[in-house]
T-cell receptor
Framework: DSGVTQTPKHLITATGQRVTLRCSPR?????VYWYQQSLDQGLQFLIQ???????AKGNILERFSAQQFPDLHSELNLSSLELGDSALYFC???????????FGEGSRLTVL | GENVEQHPSTLSVQEGDSAVIKCTYS??????FPWYKQELGKRPQLIID?????GEKKDQRIAVTLNKTAKHFSLHITETQPEDSAVYFC??????????????FGQGTILTVHP
């Protein structure tokens, strides 16, 4: 158990819909990262938050947005879903300046 | 931006043999190179990492080497065991302050260790 909690574990929805994925980082970790893992794209960095502020952005689509709340949990919002958005979405957290990322178990999104 | 190439995409070895996975990176400013292991249906977990101020690091049966000039780094697993079977990802980033997490991952290597 990494200490990072993600919900839901599985989600099935239809094209055009909107979903929210939730992540609670390890106790004390200020940084939260979102990654997308699909078969053909590997692990892709989406976005990083540090203590409530956006710190770095990867190849995140405009249809996707995220935020980190004062209690440090984070949400990833995916809207106008397309078939190609089907993937495993990982959240990770880290202690500042150590480098190691602790990944949650992931949220598997299936868009039909 | 950074680009990481990883080879081979699949690797099959007999138990007890050694396994080597190689990665190249494009951004000469990258200075942190972790390796993650992902078992089937599980989350990625860090197994070893190396920073650009060292050329080699070992942890029991696992070692990583880094050649900054050539911009490549490798994972070496000795005396492989069936439980080493997993997907291995290399990654690279220009780390500093709170910026460790924007990792660029390689495409992964599926390692299968046959008993």
């Amino acid at each position: 158990d990494s200490g990072v909690t993600q919900t839901p574990k599985h989600l099935i929805t239809a094209t055009g819909q909107r979903v929210t994925l939730r992540c609670s980082p390890r106790s004390g970790d200020l940084s939260v990262y979102w990654y997308q893992q699909s078969l053909d794209q590997g692990l892709q960095f989406l976005i990083q938050y540090y203590n409530g502020e956006e710190r770095a952005k990867g190849n995140i689509l405009e249809r996707f947005s995220a935020q980190q709340f004062p209690d440090l949990h984070s949400e990833l919002n995916l809207s106008s879903l397309e078939l190609g958005d089907s993937a495993l979405y990982f959240c990770a957290s880290s202690v500042q300046n150590t480098g190691e990322l602790f990944f949650g178990e992931g949220s598997r999104l299936t868009v039909l | 931006g950074e680009n990481v190439e990883q080879h081979p995409s699949t690797l099959s070895v007999q138990e007890g043999d050694s396994a080597v996975i190689k990665c190249t990176y494009s951004d000469s400013a990258s200075n942190y190179f972790p390796w993650y292991k992902q078992e089937l249906g599980k989350r990625p977990q860090l197994i070893i990492d190396i920073r650009s101020n060292v050329g080699e690091k070992k942890d029991q049966r696992i070692a990583v080497t880094l050649n900054k000039t050539a911009k490549h780094f490798s994972l070496h697993i000795t005396e492989t065991q069936p439980e080493d079977s997993a997907v291995y990802f290399c990654a690279a980033t220009r780390a500093g302050g709170t910026s460790y997490g924007k990792l660029t991952f390689g495409q992964g290597t599926i390692l299968t260790v046959h008993p």
